[in-house]
């Protein structure tokens, strides 16, 4: 199968991962013993933030403070993390680590709230030691994931990814990024996404080695992809998890772009990217998963007239990006105990 492009003149940007956006760096920081991990978006300074939840088991915090009609406008950073309700405490170390550094939400002299939103994905039963007690390590992971956040990062069994599980892959941390030549307003468009992969369904078409994604792959990101011959498997459940319990799954991501767009805009671009699990997953948005896509814009360069023409084509890259960004989790991702990896599996 031939890698094709998702629009006509956007190409990857130089790093291919979320970064490539300006002003954002990604951190990961990981438990090998515990197989989990956190990623935090962090980006140079606070950004508009947008939100959508399509899953049926989602674990977040300050979601519903990203709804447009609420005060606080811009968050100041994201939080992606394993260990399902125990790393929702990642969020605490991320605020922890901006407000020693007087970045956040400006209460009172000094004081300051930084705006963390974050989503949890399950790893629980993946065979690593749990036993952590009173002292689960997601807020020390949290705050180390600050520390190193850098605009290069590594994917597959990293950050968030490390214990994930893609349908009967191991699955991973994945990122792309997109840019179109001069699609803003005296500056080139750039949108990139950011995955926690451990959806309940299949990233691979049934029957084959050819990721649902394939079609958006760009410049070799998912190796040969094989041309799928034949009827498809009609089996809708096919390639997903064998025995799924409510909250065991999840696809957490960020989406984001350096456009200005206002809080219901960047809303819409977290709908609109939505689509790309569509693409990259079947089956998607079950009750098992709980699927979330957070939207950040750095408010680079604003979009050209009319603005909901280029909205729309934000979202439709972005949607593009968060497929790619899925599957490229998976296929980056190690076998890790009994979670074999796509190239293992598929001996490529």
């Known amino acids: 199968m031939t890698d094709s492009v998702s629009s006509p003149g956007v190409i990857p940007g130089p790093r291919n991962l979320i970064s490539d956006v300006d002003g954002i760096a990604v951190g990961n920081a990981s ?133 994930a599980k893609a349908g009967i892959y191991k699955g991973g941390l994945g990122s792309a990024s997109a840019i179109l030549k001069g699609g803003l307003v005296g500056a080139d468009l750039q949108v990139g996404a950011l995955v926690g992969a451990n959806p309940f369904g299949s990233p691979v078409i049934p029957g084959s080695a050819t990721f649902w994604a394939a079609p958006f792959a760009m410049n070799g990101e998912l190796g040969a992809q094989p041309g799928v011959t034949g009827v498809l498997d009609p089996a809708p459940m096919a390639g997903s998890k064998l025995h799924p319990t409510p909250g065991s799954n999840t696809t957490i991501c960020v989406v984001a772009t350096n456009a200005i767009l206002t809080p219901a805009q960047a809303q819409r671009v977290a709908i609109m990217a939505h689509d790309g699990l569509a693409r990259a997953v079947r089956p998607v948005h079950t009750p098992f998963d709980g699927d979330i896509v957070f939207c950040l814009a750095t408010g680079i360069a604003p979009l050209a007239a009319p603005e909901f023409l280029g909205l729309s084509l934000i979202g439709a890259i972005a949607a593009d990006c968060l497929a790619r960004a899925l599957a490229r989790g998976v296929y980056e991702a190690q076998s890790l105990g009994d979670m074999r990896s796509y190239r293992d599996v598929h001996g490529v």
């Open 31 to 163: 438990d090998m013993a515990a197989r989990s991990g956190v990623s935090v978006v962090l980006p140079d300074r606070p950004c508009v933030g947008g939100v959508d939840v399509r899953g049926g088991a989602p674990g977040t915090r300050e979601t519903d403070l990203l709804n447009p009609t609420c005060l606080v406008d811009k968050v100041d950073a994201v939080v992606l993390s394993g260990g399902s309700v125990y790393g929702l405490d990642a969020a605490s170390g991320v605020t922890a680590w901006l407000s020693v550094r007087g970045r956040g939400f400006q209460v009172v002299g000094a004081m300051v709230a930084p705006i963390v939103p974050a989503a949890i994905l399950f790893d629980l039963t993946n065979g690593g030691d749990k036993n952590w007690g009173m002292t689960p390590p997601y807020r020390a992971l949290g705050i180390a994931a600050c520390d190193a956040a850098a605009r290069d990062f590594q994917l597959g069994n990293a950050g968030a990814g490390l214990g």
